[in-house]
């Protein structure tokens, strides 16, 4: 079992540029959450995809964006970037109670 | 809101040394309580978790608890080893299936 996927592991890009951020779950998971830490910080909910429809969604402006394939691997747009958008991006995987697992992360540096 | 705080932020203790992580929140309806742990730059690493109805969990020298009702867990680790240093991440989930809210963290230095 390969765990949470994702890809790349890290990224920079410029201010006003747009970035894709890609996730695979842990086999069997379906339901894919993402979070964005910043530097010395816990990681802060952005959405939650769960049978290719976004469930939840935290306190993010509409630039960040997601979606979830029917293979249940899903991806995290962020448009318009800001030097703000600058953190470590986490993804992670759930089934019912048996509690999430995250992947290593996306380190991105807009600049 | 639900609110997570965990104390101390920071602690670096001696090689050998039990220690004890403190973990609060301030809406005591959760589903689940997950502790993880982060190496710098790196993911999360799930350490144990507490389902609602449980007061204890263990793995190994790790041994987590859980008082819904006053709002708090702590984390204990046993005979610490310089192996151990990382940053410990206390996360509670609302609901089932619902997002998780993370406390900020607990450095843990342990010197040989």
């Known amino acids: 079992d390969a765990g949470v996927t994702q890809s790349p592991t890290h990224l920079i890009k410029t201010r006003g540029q747009q970035v894709t951020l890609r996730c695979s779950p842990k086999?069997?998971?379906?339901?894919v959450s993402w979070y964005q830490q910043a530097l010395g910080q816990g990681p802060q909910f952005i959405f939650q995809y769960y049978e290719e429809e976004e469930r939840q969604r935290g306190n993010f402006p509409d630039r960040f964006s997601g979606h979830q394939f029917p293979n249940y691997s899903s991806e995290l747009n962020v448009n318009a970037l800001l030097l703000g958008d600058s953190a470590l991006y986490l993804c992670?995987?759930?089934?019912?109670?048996?509690?999430?697992?995250f992947g290593q992360g996306t380190r991105l540096t807009v600049v | 809101k639900q609110e997570v705080t965990q104390i101390p932020a920071a602690l670096s203790v001696p090689e050998g040394e039990n220690l004890v992580l403190n973990c609060s929140f301030t809406?005591?309806?959760?589903?689940?309580l997950q502790w993880f742990r982060q190496d710098p730059g790196k993911g999360l690493t799930s350490l144990l978790l507490?389902?609602?109805?449980?007061r204890e969990q263990t793995s190994g020298r790790l041994n987590a608890s859980l008082d819904k009702s006053s709002g708090r867990s702590t984390l204990y680790i046993a005979a610490s080893q310089p192996g151990d240093s990382a940053t410990y991440l206390c996360?509670?989930?609302?609901?089932?299936?619902?997002?998780?809210?993370f406390g900020a963290g607990t450095i843990l230095r342990v010197k040989s």
């Open positions: 086999s069997g998971h379906d339901t």
């Open positions: 992670a995987s759930s089934l019912q109670a048996g509690g999430a697992f």
């Open positions: 507490i389902q609602s109805s449980q």
């Open positions: 809406d005591s309806a959760i589903y689940n």
């Open positions: 996360a509670v989930e609302g609901e089932y299936g619902n997002k998780l809210v």
